[in-house]
């Protein structure tokens, strides 16, 4: 694809959000005038972009979108994508993961670099930082697609100085790239109803706008490509902490021989309520912890916010202890149960089924 | 309705304004007796000791600091159990101990008096708006018979069972705030020394799951060194060290509420035990600061 510099871009957004799954645009076009509906209440607005800084594509059609991992996130994110339209090809490492969004029209590439060479926007969803190198940089990986003109979104979680890896080696083809980590897990995914936490190129921020508010409901731009990874991080090492302490409450209720239902509901009340306290505390009273963000994937969190906080010197000593529960979890076998698994960690005997 | 109250600190001065607001009839003792003149003022009488009011009320209910202070209103001398007797209730809203109220409530009863304990959670602006929500145990009947208070004084009450019940919720509830409040902190220090807008990460939070008033109110404090006391930091401590020892009763391992119990203790030796507990923010601020 040769390079292209659009002097201006034309938007149009459907007036009517019927097409839209958040009440935003869920049409929009790089370079000439689409509708993918009749809708003739079309608003319309020029923006003129920066040469060499806005992604172009030298056919008339719709934006062509590539989502790299099909997991317990990637799945439902390219699933509201393509629900709303959205002209996607996917890649998952391993392919059977994909055949539900394939019977729903999308296409599928065999590899990061095929996908991303087809598409003018790739998003990436892997699981931690070695996944995300890997796609992005590996043999066969996506920066071998990429060129001026296209931009790679990483919404995986990672530590700051992946995300910087990343973005360079995509840089280093003229490609744009952004890191847009989110906050929420699977429900959010499938409810559209994510954060994104972006940093990186402004430009295939705006650009890439209308795609995160398909997928989610707000959005952050934060500065330089670091941020975002931080930000995500220090809101999951709260996060961690905050299921870690709530794990000792409910266990010390139980032991004490207090109902644990009647302290989640004591909880509800309060200064300290928290949906996430109401969503997971009855099955945790159950033992059951069924998985919408896996523990591993937390402890992969608060061991990076960990080397966060000793990057800038800080203690974080509430964060560590609660780092350690999460490791016993895992020790157990707790890897791929829910986060809030993280209570059998002080059972003395864990009562997993 | 008639009662009495005693101890006019932070939470029992709004808690008894509410009462009078509400047309009751309010008869209030303070250590610190000049602090009873505020409620005077609004129509309260004063009793000159514990044991004055209970003589003339029928129900009394107790808002006191700390273990010590509770027992003291009631086993020293002019104290609650000179005059309670047959007909007569009392109603410990203080944070105590399980074995400070059960020790409190045998002692009453012995006397032939009702005892319930009914520790609050929630601090002075929920108690200023009726909003507390009261973990009450014991005396059933005593909870039946004082609800109209609760209905002023609260937003929802239960009854837990037998005594301690009230008293083991409370700290559970207080080591998980003492808790989250320390992981808060970490994660507004560690944003702003990564270079993020501490200001942007609390209105992250408080669009997902883990939103909850408490750090909407606190968040944006704490940001300003602002730390007027709603709870003091002391008394968090204190409910962080019960809940440890009740944990180190029954060999429950708490090692997040014990790194958070250090920190309050830090904060403590710091000079900061008056302060709102949220102070315990300024324990992870490099010297310079």
């Not at chain 1, 394939?102 to 996908?115: D, H, N, R």
């Not at chain 1, 999460?326 to 089924?353: M, R």
């Not at chain 2, 909870?143 to 109209?148: K, Q």
Request: glycine share 8%; aromatic share 6%.
């Amino acid at each position: 694809m040769s390079m292209k510099c659009l002097m201006n871009c034309f938007f149009c957004l459907p007036t009517n959000s019927s097409m839209a799954l958040s009440a935003t645009c869920s049409s929009f076009l790089w370079g000439i005038p689409f509708t993918l509906n009749n809708n003739n209440n079309k608003k319309c607005f020029y923006s003129h972009s920066h040469s060499r800084s806005y992604i172009s594509n030298s056919t008339s059609s719709a934006p062509r979108v590539g989502f790299l991992g099909i997991g317990i996130m990637g799945s439902p994110m390219a699933q509201n994508l393509l629900k709303a339209g959205v002209d996607l090809t996917v890649w998952n490492r391993t392919k059977s993961k994909c055949e539900p969004l394939i019977s729903l029209g999308a296409k599928y590439m065999s590899s990061p670099e095929e996908v991303a060479a087809s598409c003018d926007l790739t998003f990436a969803m892997l699981a931690d930082p070695h996944s995300a190198i890997d796609v992005a940089c590996g043999n066969h990986g996506a920066a071998n697609g990429m060129a001026p003109g296209k931009g790679y979104v990483d919404v995986s979680t990672v530590d700051v100085d992946t995300s910087k890896l990343i973005s360079q080696h995509i840089k280093a083809t003229g490609a744009l790239f952004l890191e847009a980590p989110v906050s929420g897990s699977k429900k959010p995914a499938e409810d559209g109803q994510l954060i994104f936490l972006t940093a990186g190129d402004r430009n295939l921020y705006e650009t890439a706008s209308p795609l995160l508010d398909i997928m989610g409901k707000s959005k952050f731009y934060l500065g330089d490509v670091g941020n975002g990874a931080a930000m995500k991080l220090v809101v999951n090492m709260i996060m961690g902490s905050m299921m870690a302490s709530f794990s000792e409450g409910l266990l010390l209720s139980q032991k004490v021989g207090l109902d644990p239902k009647v302290l989640v509901e004591v909880v509800s009340q309060g200064a300290i309520s928290a949906p996430m306290y109401s969503i997971k505390g009855p099955s945790m009273i159950q033992s059951v912890y069924p998985t919408a963000f896996p523990l591993k994937h937390q402890q992969k969190d608060m061991r990076l916010a960990l080397g966060l906080a000793e990057s800038v010197s800080q203690a974080t000593p509430i964060a560590a202890a609660a780092n350690e529960l999460y490791k016993v979890a895992k020790s157990h076998g707790l890897s791929d149960e829910d986060f809030s698994a993280v209570i059998e960690a002080l059972k003395s005997k864990f009562q997993h089924s | 309705m008639e009662v009495g109250f005693l101890g006019l600190g932070i939470m029992g001065k709004a808690m008894s304004m509410n009462l009078l607001r509400h047309g009751f009839k309010v008869t209030v003792w303070n250590r610190t007796l000049s602090k009873c003149d505020e409620l005077v003022e609004h129509g309260a009488s004063i009793g000159e000791t514990p044991a004055a009011v209970i003589k003339k009320c029928k129900y009394t209910i107790a808002m006191l600091s700390d273990p010590p202070a509770a027992l003291s209103v009631v086993f020293d001398k002019n104290g609650v159990l000179d005059q309670i007797g047959n007909g007569k209730g009392y109603v410990d809203m203080s944070t105590v101990d399980a074995d400070t109220s059960l020790k409190i409530s045998e002692a009453i009863k012995a006397k032939g008096g009702s005892f319930l304990e009914a520790p609050v959670s929630g601090s002075k602006k929920p108690a200023e708006d009726g909003q507390l929500v009261i973990l009450a145990a014991g005396d059933k009947a005593l909870y039946d018979e004082i609800l109209p208070a609760f209905d002023v004084l609260g937003k929802k009450s239960f009854h837990l069972g037998e005594v301690g019940n009230g008293a083991k919720m409370k700290l559970v509830v207080n080591m998980i705030m003492g808790s989250m409040m320390n992981a808060f902190s970490e994660g507004l220090t560690l944003a702003g020394r990564s270079g993020l807008d501490p200001s942007t990460l609390l209105d992250v939070l408080d669009l997902g799951a883990m939103a909850n008033p408490m750090f909407k109110m606190k968040g944006p404090s704490m940001l300003k060194n602002n730390y007027s006391p709603a709870f003091p930091l002391k008394h968090q401590q204190k409910d962080m060290r019960l809940a440890l020892a009740l944990g180190d009763e029954n060999a429950v391992p708490m090692p997040v509420a014990a790194a958070a119990n250090e920190a309050f203790k830090k904060a403590r030796s710091m000079g900061l035990g008056d302060l709102d507990f949220s102070a315990v923010h300024e324990t992870l601020k490099k010297p310079d600061h």
